[in-house]
T-cell receptor
Framework: DTGVSQDPRHKITKRGQNVTFRCDPI?????LYWYRQTLGQGPEFLTY????????KSRLLSDRFSAERPKGSFSTLEIQRTEQGDSAMYLC??????????????FGPGTRLTVT | AQSVSQHNHHVILSEAASLELGCNYS??????LFWYVQYPGQHLQLLLK??????LVKGIKGFEAEFIKSKFSFNLRKPSVQWSDTAEYFC???????????FGTGTQLKVEL
């Protein structure tokens, strides 16, 4: 399977702990996105990378959240000092982008975070 | 701010019935529109997309959608649904200079035998 993969698929953590999620995009895609989805809602944009550069961050991304894509391939999303409100599905997507061109985003299976 | 609205939150249909799911967006500039589907236990998959050209776009599994610029709408249609179409459907718009997707809240479709 050469689609977007995410690890872990499920994470249960206690409030106050730090968690880190990983996303491996489709190999030839230069853009990588993180979204968050809560029950009954559509995915909400968090941040995106073009290659290794983080180009935009949503206001939803508090200071406790940090994302990296160090070599322009896989990405990690870390949440520090987790709160119960962080419980959600964290989705990663990737796409290919070229100047003047826009392509569709392909989504991974998500990481479901439960903060107890 | 750009937004996408889906007015049907839950739809129940019998097999072979026709389907139309509403989607409206609020964005005055150039917009690219998508419908994604999430089958139970699976990840989001692209059904169809509109970038430019013919406003009637056809997707996988017999789905189609029509972009009506004057109504800011991009409704999803299928003439005859199957039990296997039971899923959650999300309308989305690519905004922010093509940098992010703005999703609607989704429509849960249940097709009964």
């Amino acid at each position: 399977d050469t689609g977007v993969s995410q690890d872990p698929r499920h994470k249960i953590t206690k409030r106050g702990q730090n968690v880190t999620f990983r996303c491996d995009p489709i190999s030839e895609h230069n853009r990588l996105y993180w979204y968050r989805q809560t029950l009954g809602q559509g995915p909400e944009f968090l941040t995106y990378f073009q290659n290794e550069a983080q180009l935009e961050k949503s206001r939803l991304l508090s200071d406790r959240f940090s994302a990296e894509r160090p070599k322009g391939s896989f990405s990690t999303l870390e949440i520090q000092r987790t709160e119960q409100g962080d419980s959600a599905m964290y989705l990663c997507a990737s796409s290919f982008s070229l100047a003047g061109g826009t392509w569709e985003q392909y989504f991974g299976p998500g990481t479901r975070l439960t903060v107890t | 701010a750009q937004s996408v609205s889906q007015h049907n939150h839950h739809v129940i249909l019998s097999e072979a019935a026709s389907l139309e799911l509403g989607c409206n967006y609020s964005y005055g500039g150039t917009v690219n529109l998508f419908w994604y589907v999430q089958y139970p236990g699976q990840h989001l998959q692209l059904l169809l997309k509109y970038f430019s050209g013919d406003p009637l776009v056809k997707g996988i599994k017999g789905f189609e959608a029509e972009f009506i610029k004057s109504k800011f709408s991009f409704n999803l249609r299928k003439p005859s649904v199957q039990w296997s179409d039971t899923a959650e459907y999300f309308c989305a718009a690519l905004t922010g200079g093509g940098n992010k997707l703005t999703f609607g809240t989704g429509t849960q479709l249940k097709v009964e035998l």
